[in-house]
């Protein structure tokens, strides 16, 4: 099975997105550059839905494509998937989606999408996996993203660090509770107005060790 990673960009407070889901800066970053992540007319990641393409630097598109190529699979939560209209069938990396969520797919909401409405973080992951392969399974930091890594089931952390400070709003780690030691960053790399992180998270046995 491919890795695990959850990702997101993020303030350097912690935050995702301000109290009522605006991004604000923290994407500027992914439209200030001049050279393309994804062929053109790919939609861009974020919460606008304009549909404009991805203009990074050179030194984080050496990093992001390579990354975005891998994802054979996303899972997300259904918060998300209804703010962003599961990016309207078409996810910005990977072939298939998997939303957690109590409720089903919405009726006639692009059937030929490869998205699939599990209500388990578990069934989640698994299914991800399935549909991934051996390429990476990308799942959205949050809430459910907490969950999934408190659930043992995270591989990697990988934050875009913006150098913007929200105060309050949806924290990349969600409500998590409790303590997990993450390993020293293999990823440390420095764009322009965003710095790419990447952590291995530490076995449970190794981080209660650890810990005492």
Do not use: C
């Amino acid at each position: 099975m491919g890795t695990v990673i959850m990702h997101n960009v993020v303030s350097v407070d912690g935050f995702i997105a301000d109290d009522n889901d605006d991004v604000g800066p923290l994407h500027d970053w992914y439209f200030s550059g001049d050279t393309p992540i994804v062929e053109t007319g790919a939609q861009e990641y974020d919460h606008s839905g304009t549909g404009a393409g991805f203009k990074v630097s050179r030194t984080s598109a050496d990093y992001v494509r390579p990354m975005w190529e891998s994802i054979g699979a996303t899972v997300m939560g259904r918060h998300l998937f209804d703010l962003v209209n599961g990016w309207d069938g078409q996810p910005p990396a990977g072939d298939h989606v998997v939303v957690v969520s109590h409720r089903p797919k919405p009726e006639g909401w692009h059937p030929e999408a490869s998205y699939h409405f599990v209500d388990d973080v578990t069934a989640a992951i698994t299914t991800a996996q399935q549909l991934a392969g051996d390429r990476t399974v990308s799942v959205n930091a949050g809430d459910v993203g907490s969950q999934i890594l408190a659930a043992g089931l995270v591989d990697e952390v990988a934050m875009d660090v913006v150098p913007v400070v929200f105060g309050s709003g949806k924290r990349y780690f969600g409500g998590m509770d409790g303590q997990l030691l993450l390993e020293d960053p293999h990823v440390v790399i420095q764009g322009d107005r965003v710095l790419h992180l990447r952590f291995k998270v530490r076995p449970p046995a190794a981080s209660d060790a650890s810990a005492r």
